[in-house]
T-cell receptor, first 111, second 113 residues
Framework: QKEVEQDPGPLSVPEGAIVSLNCTYS??????FMWYRQYSRKGPELLMY????GNKEDGRFTAQVDKSSKYISLFIRDSQPSDSATYLC???????????FGKGTSLLVTP | DSGVTQTPKHLITATGQRVTLRCSPR?????VYWYQQSLDQGLQFLIQ???????AKGNILERFSAQQFPDLHSELNLSSLELGDSALYFC????????????FGPGTRLTVL
């Protein structure tokens, strides 16, 4: 079993919908949680960074971490076709060390 | 643009050959990480350097090696290449601190024929 599990999708939603992306993990030592967006054949781009539990909001994006359930989420409000990409969750137990990635969820936002 | 640069963008080579991938981190970042991304395995951590010293190793094969130079750029050397080594190779960099995060380069796409 991988340490980080993520549904690969694909997830298809109409423009303007609220998107919910999720990851589960098994290592209780993880404290640092990130979401990356990756367009086809490009490098992952950091979207959100959260330390420990709680919520963080940045524009249309909200990241949630529930350490008790070992579950993290990314919500995208008012989704746009330009949000179509693969979304990768990542996490680590110590700052400055390697990230453990989910396999990514492919999102398609249709006009 | 993340500020991390990688060369070359594409590499096509034959089995048994050796290649070198190069990465320049963002200005001020001391840590460099190498990741491999394949369709079936996703993003896998290979190795990390911090200020010239190896800090951590992940799922890196013995045929692969890396180093970080005094100017902080890093090279990943892949030898005795096999078909299964075909993948995207990403470099990321970070600066340490209370909220360090990793910024990824555009990647090198390696095709082994």
């Amino acid at each position: 079993q991988k340490e980080v599990e993520q549904d690969p999708g694909p997830l298809s939603v109409p423009e303007g919908a609220i998107v919910s992306l999720n990851c589960t993990y098994s290592n209780s030592a993880f404290q640092y949680f990130m979401w990356y967006r990756q367009y086809s054949r490009k490098g992952p781009e950091l979207l959100m960074y959260t330390y420990s539990s709680g919520n963080k909001e940045d524009g249309r994006f909200t990241a949630q971490v529930d350490k008790s359930s070992k579950y993290i989420s990314l919500f995208i409000r008012d989704s746009q076709p330009s949000d179509s990409a693969t979304y990768l969750c990542a996490m680590s137990g110590k700052t400055g060390y390697a990230l453990n990635f989910g396999k990514g969820t492919s999102l398609l936002v249709t006009p | 643009d993340s500020g991390v640069t990688q060369t070359p963008k594409h590499l096509i080579t034959a089995t048994g050959q050796r290649v070198t991938l190069r990465c320049s981190p963002r200005s001020g970042d001391l840590s460099v990480y190498w990741y491999q991304q394949s369709l079936d395995q996703g993003l896998q951590f290979l190795i990390q350097y911090y200020n010239g010293e190896e800090r951590a190793k992940g799922n890196i094969l013995e045929r692969f090696s890396a180093q970080q130079f005094p100017d902080l750029h890093s090279e990943l050397n892949l030898s005795s290449l096999e078909l299964g080594d075909s993948a995207l190779y990403f470099c990321a960099s970070s600066v340490e601190g209370a909220a360090d995060t990793q910024y990824f380069g555009p990647g090198t796409r390696l095709t082994v024929l």
